[in-house]
């Protein structure tokens, strides 16, 4: 007799693949206090990614054997923390500024879609995915990250009922001498989330990385641009916008981002948050598994497939001194 098993299709989740590049190179990712300044910031902006791009093409293209290796640029703009303007004047002057300076902009992308993209909250997601490192002789007294908004590499400085003693925070996976990170992902405004930029651009790096699944779906997938005017608000403008035809995928094994040396605080957070999320096994096991087939080397940890180039900018003091944006302007 031979024995039959039955099985609900639906409770063998499939993880649906995603095309991939070998890299995905960010050419901006600025503040609409930058757009303000006008387009001759652009333009610096630009000059100095063009210096950069040709070596990071070179570099990409020795590391994986190849004279032509798949490489898809994009550029993120920031509509979640300040409404300025609009996409009709905005995405133009952006794209004009990048082709004087010799660059093709392949997907455009709107930074309030990595808080939420077709109606999924991806942000969130991402929220339920992190798992904290807890520090050695931790005891799970403080509340979670889901709770206090507050992520860490280590052990804050404890802080025992009654004590005037003070001792040093300590950094979990410390060589030598501890590099202690606390950051802060979220606050709550009127009741509403109000995700941090380190948070969302965590975001941005994994939809980068082609690791964001819904119910096993690609999220943050690219609509492509018809080639018509650009809408005049920016909730009608997709999250992201496929705006070269023929472009590499926008997905791809390992990301680089070129920006300003007043981003380094925000995206040593990146890598901090990025080293605590438990990212879709199924995910890795495709990126894993295709990559190998392509003779293409990726680091097994996710916050190692991200790499940057900081350049020095010149006249900061009039976009800002720092990198953390306004509070939110929103329409």
Request: net charge negative.
């Amino acid at each position: 007799m031979t024995e039959s098993v039955f099985r609900e299709s639906t409770a063998e989740p499939r993880t649906q693949s995603v095309p991939l590049a070998h890299l995905s190179l960010e050419l901006g990712h600025l503040y609409m206090e930058d757009f303000e300044a006008g387009p001759e910031r652009l333009r610096e902006h630009f000059a100095e990614v063009r210096i950069w791009v040709d070596a990071v093409r070179a570099s990409v293209a020795r590391r994986a054997g190849l004279k032509r290796p798949r490489i898809s640029t994009c550029f993120l703009i920031d509509d979640y923390f300040n409404r300025f303007s609009t996409p009709a004047e905005i995405v133009p002057l952006v794209l004009s500024e990048a082709r004087k300076a010799g660059l093709v902009i392949d997907y455009l992308a709107r930074e309030s879609g990595c808080a939420v993209a077709d109606r999924i909250e991806l942000a969130e997601s991402v929220l339920h995915r992190l798992v904290e490192s807890p520090p050695p002789g931790s005891n799970g007294a403080r509340p979670p990250v889901s709770q206090t908004g507050w992520l860490a590499n280590g052990q804050r400085t404890p802080a025992p009922p009654g004590s005037t003693a003070w001792q040093p925070p300590q950094e979990t996976m410390a060589r030598n001498h501890s590099v202690f990170m606390d950051v802060e992902l979220w606050s709550r405004e009127d009741d509403a989330w109000l995700w941090s930029c380190p948070f969302l651009a965590a975001v941005w790096q994994l939809a980068r990385l082609g690791l964001l699944r819904h119910l096993g779906e690609p999220v943050l997938t690219p609509y492509p641009w018809t080639g018509g005017d650009f809408p005049r608000d920016w909730d009608r403008l997709p999250p992201l916008l496929r705006l070269t035809e023929s472009a590499a995928p926008f997905s791809a094994y390992r990301t680089c981002t070129l920006m300003p040396n007043r981003f380094l605080a925000v995206e040593d957070a990146v890598r901090l948050i990025l080293d605590q999320v438990d990212v879709d096994s199924g995910a890795l096991r495709q990126v894993a598994v295709r990559s190998a087939g392509e003779g293409v080397a990726v680091p097994e940890a996710v916050a190692q497939r991200a790499t940057y180039v900081f350049y020095e900018e010149p006249g900061v003091e009039s976009v800002g001194k720092s990198a953390n944006p306004p509070p939110p302007k929103r329409t």
